[in-house]
């Protein structure tokens, strides 16, 4: 994708406003920890390893904008920054991974004084995101020989370079599938409440001259049942130990489908997505959201306005579901056992 979803420019992060997409390509530039905030709590910003990124310059802005007068005070500010961008969205464990990696810093004693501590800060960020530019690059290499000439591939939401700092995530394995030279048709659903899949995947598979055929979640079963679908590949916000995987409502549905049809079923993610604290996907926090998401659709209400709702934003799809999982250090596949933790960074 030739356009920056996330980047530091002139003193400031500027982000895609993905609220607005596809109709509008706006960016949000500031140098203010509360706009990124609200930028990833409204999902201006999205997708687990961009909500990561942007939280890590929103701790740099703040650390850059600190009056502290010494080392101690600075890390005091950088630790409170961390804390409060930690409330913005609670499942996407990329966040928190990225987070812990600003603290670090901070802590490490490293700088002699403020300026310094406020660069090496700026430099972290600067490095998360150019990982995970990278990460995306491998698992682009790693996924891609899964889909084949002809095959018809499902995706849910978007795991694409607009949730990233590079090219995405199960869309990266797409893209690289398509620079083989293979021609193949990709059915998205759209994703409702917020149609992550019908305002943001759909936009980027096009824009890469991908053929997209767009469907209602609820489509899904008829299209595999039809023989049009051959795998399965999303993105996740976090990937438990043993292998349970949170990735936005609606993935265990289509997995189970994907299942009752016997068509692979395939997670793609940076190892900055797996929680190495958990065992199993149910200490996964799922996030839950506004009402007016269901109530309304495009600004239009669609519901009676005091009807009552539930609006979990994630699912968590357990791992006897997925037939692989595609990391930036590799592909693996069940049993899980101890190939989720070996994948560890250190
Ligand atoms: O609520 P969102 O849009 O942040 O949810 C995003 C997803 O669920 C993605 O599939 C996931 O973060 C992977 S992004 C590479």
Redesign the pocket.
């Known amino acids: 994708m030739s356009i920056e979803t996330i980047g530091w420019h002139k003193g400031k992060l500027r982000l895609i406003d993905q609220t607005e997409l596809p109709g509008k390509l706006k960016y949000i530039s500031t140098d203010d920890v509360n706009v990124v905030w609200d930028a990833i709590k409204r999902?201006a910003v999205?997708?687990?390893?961009?909500?990561g990124i942007a939280g890590a310059f929103g701790v740099a802005v703040a650390a850059l904008k600190s009056r502290a007068k010494d080392c101690d005070a600075l890390k005091n500010d950088v630790i409170k920054a961390a804390d409060y961008l930690s409330g913005s969205?609670p499942t996407?464990v990329n966040l928190f991974w990225a987070l812990e990696r600003m603290k670090a810093v901070a802590r490490s004693g490293r700088a002699e004084n403020c300026k310094r501590m406020k660069q090496f800060l700026l430099d972290e960020a600067k490095n998360i995101l150019k990982d995970d530019k990278i990460r995306c690059r491998k698992i682009g290499e790693n996924g891609e020989r899964l889909i084949k000439e002809g095959d018809g591939v499902l995706t849910?939401?978007?795991?694409?370079a607009l949730?990233?700092g590079g090219a995405?995530?199960?869309l990266s394995a797409i893209f690289s599938a398509k620079r083989k030279g293979r021609k193949f048709t990709v059915y998205v659903d759209e994703t409702r409440p917020?149609l992550?899949g019908a305002r943001l995947t759909a936009w980027e598979l096009l824009h890469e001259k991908i053929d997209t055929v767009l469907i209602t979640d609820n489509m899904a079963g008829q299209v595999m049942k039809e023989g049009k679908i051959n795998l399965v590949i999303?993105?996740?916000?976090r990937i438990a130990l043993n292998g349970d995987v949170a990735?936005?409502i609606g993935?265990y549905g289509i997995a189970t489908l994907a299942k009752a049809h016997a068509i692979p079923f395939y997670i793609?993610?940076p190892v900055s997505?797996i929680d190495f604290s958990i065992k199993t996907g149910g200490e996964i926090p799922i996030?839950q959201r506004d009402a007016d998401e269901i109530i309304k659709c495009g600004g239009k209400r669609i519901a009676p306005g005091n009807v009552r709702v539930y609006n979990p934003?994630?699912d968590v799809t357990p791992s006897h579901l997925i037939a692989g999982i595609i990391t930036d250090k590799g592909f693996v596949t069940p049993p899980y056992g101890k190939k989720i933790p070996g994948l560890g960074e250190r």
């Open positions: 999902l999205r997708g687990a390893p961009a909500i969205r996407a849910h939401c978007n795991a694409g949730a990233t995405g995530t199960a917020l992550q999303t993105g996740a916000d990735n936005k993935t793609a993610a997505t996030e934003a994630f």
